[in-house]
């Protein structure tokens, strides 16, 4: 079976994350969507709550699950069977620091990283600038599916 992982924070999912999914969606038998649980980084939602955010949103993908982990993602890759680590890339400006983490992960344990290009419509979109964006009370509805932008309003509203 070929298996990739869509790994990520996803504090919130946007688009831009979905289109990836979805690609990949069509390149592998399944997919997993992986949010990093990191205890370094505050985030806006929780764990739990990011794997039901993105479950509900990728509900209509049938060979996506949603899954969480620690630590390297080499050593989830292998436990899971996973040949492949699939990425977006946004502009150029992802490109060093990305290049050098799928080395790190090729040569650690010969897990492969595919980039994808973002679609141009998605290419400004991240998490960061979605969670300033509803801080301030601006509109992210052309960013996030809806339910996620309910979320993220109740969110910042009980802030
Ligand atoms: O959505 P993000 O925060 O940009 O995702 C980054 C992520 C989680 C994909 C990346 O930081 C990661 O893979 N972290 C796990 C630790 C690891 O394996 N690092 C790579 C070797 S240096």
Request: charged share 25%.
């Amino acid at each position: 079976m070929r298996r990739a992982v869509c790994p990520g924070s996803f504090d919130p999912i946007t688009y831009g994350h979905l289109d990836i999914i979805e690609r990949a969606s069509r390149h592998f038998d399944e997919v997993i969507v992986a949010v990093l649980e990191n205890r370094t980084k505050s985030s806006l939602f929780t764990v739990d709550e990011r794997i039901s955010m993105i479950s509900e949103v990728t509900k209509k993908f049938s060979n996506v699950r949603v899954d969480s982990w620690s630590g390297l993602l080499v050593d989830y890759c292998k436990s899971n069977s996973v040949q492949s680590i699939v990425k977006g890339l946004r502009a150029v400006s992802d490109f060093d620091y990305e290049l050098q983490m799928a080395q790190v992960n090729l040569q650690g344990s010969g897990v492969e990283t595919m980039f994808m290009a973002t679609s141009p419509t998605h290419s400004f979109l991240s998490s960061s600038l979605v969670k300033e964006l509803a801080h301030y009370g601006g509109d992210v509805s052309s960013m996030v599916p809806p339910s996620i932008n309910e979320a993220l309003k109740r969110r910042v509203a009980g802030k």
